[in-house]
């Protein structure tokens, strides 16, 4: 895991503007049920039980939790690796955004790259993706 976490994290070193992390300090990978993924990233809010997440960064304890039917072998999962690493480096770099969805909209959008770069088609649904790329103002979000 540690050397595909090198990997991409080279990628999108060389495809957005952070000073790359030292080997030490990249994330701790951990895999998750999808409830448990849920219930971490939502807690109990209702509006969110028929999200399906595929991966959520913990910054208080720098780890990286996925799917538990993420797979190393298959490609097209790695997206959700790149998505988290963004996030990562967000954290790990003290970068302020407005709002949540403009860190979401930067993670997203190397997601797809990255997708789009290695000849894959994208897992998200591409109306979502289209509208959350936009660049919509932050109280549009609440």
């Given at each position: 895991?540690?050397?595909?976490?090198?990997?991409?994290?080279?990628?999108?070193?060389?495809?957005?503007?952070?000073?790359?992390?030292?080997?030490?300090?990249?994330?701790?990978?951990?895999?998750?049920?999808?409830?448990?993924?849920?219930?971490?990233?939502?807690?109990?809010?209702?509006?969110?039980?028929?999200?399906?997440?595929?991966?959520?960064?913990d910054y208080?304890?720098n780890v990286?939790?996925?799917?538990?039917?993420?797979?190393?072998?298959?490609?097209?999962?790695?997206?959700?690796?790149?998505?988290?690493?963004?996030?990562?480096?967000?954290?790990?770099?003290?970068?302020?955004?407005?709002?949540?969805?403009?860190?979401?909209?930067?993670?997203?959008?190397?997601?797809?790259?990255?997708?789009?770069?290695?000849?894959?088609?994208?897992?998200?649904?591409?109306?979502?993706?289209?509208?959350?790329?936009?660049?919509?103002?932050?109280?549009?979000?609440?």
């Amino acid at each position: 895991m540690t050397d595909l976490l090198i990997l991409l994290m080279s990628w999108i070193i060389s495809s957005i503007s952070y000073p790359p992390p030292l080997a030490s300090e990249l994330p701790e990978v951990q895999f998750k049920t999808h409830v448990e993924l849920r219930i971490l990233i939502c807690g109990n809010d209702i509006q969110c039980e028929k999200r399906d997440f595929g991966g959520a960064y913990d910054y208080k304890n720098n780890v990286i939790y996925l799917r538990d039917n993420w797979d190393i072998k298959r490609k097209e999962h790695h997206g959700v690796l790149v998505h988290e690493l963004v996030h990562f480096l967000q954290y790990k770099n003290n970068k302020k955004f407005s709002c949540r969805a403009e860190m979401e909209r930067e993670a997203y959008s190397l997601e797809e790259i990255w997708y789009a770069k290695n000849g894959i088609q994208s897992p998200n649904d591409p109306m979502f993706i289209q509208f959350f790329l936009m660049p919509w103002p932050c109280d549009i979000w609440l």
